[in-house]
């Protein structure tokens, strides 16, 4: 079992940049995959980006060449680096780990 705790979201400009961090409660080392989900405002929860215990990083089209997925095992922290940010990936962010842990989400809202 895994606790998961979000954090690094709020208020920015378009073109600006925000760097969430989920911080697990036990060591992340042997955590399969580790990701990023969002959801917006009547939307359905979607992928953003995830990375595996291999260090493996996949990124949704909307997250490429804008978002960055790391890891830090001494940490037990995964990051998700948000720049060139637009009014579209205003969303609830959630960090996940397998099999099915879930943080309780930070607010990340890019204004126009």
């Known amino acids: 079992q895994v606790q998961l705790v979000e954090s690094g979201g709020g208020l920015v400009q378009a073109g600006g940049s925000l760097r969430l961090s989920c911080a697990a409660s036990?060591?992340?080392?042997?955590?399969?995959?580790m990701g990023w989900y969002r959801q917006a405002p009547g939307k359905q929860r979607e992928l953003v980006a995830t990375?595996?215990?291999?260090?493996?990083?996949n990124y949704a089209d909307s997250a490429k060449g804008r978002f960055t997925i790391s890891r830090d095992t001494a940490k037990n922290t995964v990051y998700l680096q948000m720049n060139s940010l637009k009014p579209e990936d205003t969303a609830v962010y959630y960090c996940?780990?397998?099999?099915?842990?879930w943080g309780k989400g930070t607010q990340v809202t890019v204004s126009s």
């Open positions: 990375i595996t215990s291999g260090g493996r990083t």
């Open positions: 036990r060591n992340i080392f042997s955590i399969d995959v």
């Open positions: 996940h780990a397998t099999t099915n842990y």
